[in-house]
């Protein structure tokens, strides 16, 4: 009988049991749908809006890198790095993302910076996200610049959230996790979460990348929309 993952031999790091990826290829599994969008978007060419903490950046998406976007801005080419950047949105989507956002006016007044460290961010536990996907819940985030945006979810990576804000309207908005500050499901309060499994680092279900299963499907499901 052949050997290998899933056959009973050795994995490909050599401990047996499940196989064991590199660092791209987990870093790859965290982007999930993430990745699967942001490449779909410099395919299009598509007119992107950032919002950052120091203002809004329009321009086309012309590379993905692990920690930065390349994109053109006004023929400009300009690297922009992703820690500062809270949510980000089709051009064409502005005024319905700025309709459906709302502003938490004590956060608004604090003016909080982005957070480096990991460890010290807000956590979104994954098992909350996949829970209202799963249950047609609307979720509320609250980032860190005191905007607020309610809506269902399509997806989720590791590192972003895709809203749908209207369900008569293809628009969207696309949060970073790494800019959240609160998290709630509309109508049920977390702990009411009927959840298993352990949260994981980084709000993930027991330690598996993205949510969704190794190899498998990330972000807990496919997109009702597509990317």
Known sequence: RRGGPGRGGPSRGGGGGRERL???ERRKQREGFGRLYVDKQIREKTDMVFVTYDGDVQ???SKRLCYDFDILADGEKERLNKLPIKYMYKSKDVDLVKGHMGADDSVVGKALPPIKARLERFQID?????FARQNDKAIRITLRGGEVFTGTVDW????EVKLTLDPDDEGSVVVFRHAALVFEVVGIALDDIPIQGPRGRGGR??????????GGRPGGGRPSGGP
Do not use: E
Not at 126 to 130: F, S
Not at 156 to 159: A, D, I, K, L, N
């Open 22 to 24: 590199s660092p791209k």
């Open 59 to 61: 321009g086309v998406i």
């Open 126 to 130: 994954t098992r909350h996200l996949a």
């Open 156 to 159: 989720y990576s590791h590192f």
């Open 205 to 214: 279900p027991g330690g598996r990348p993205g949510g969704g299963r190794p």
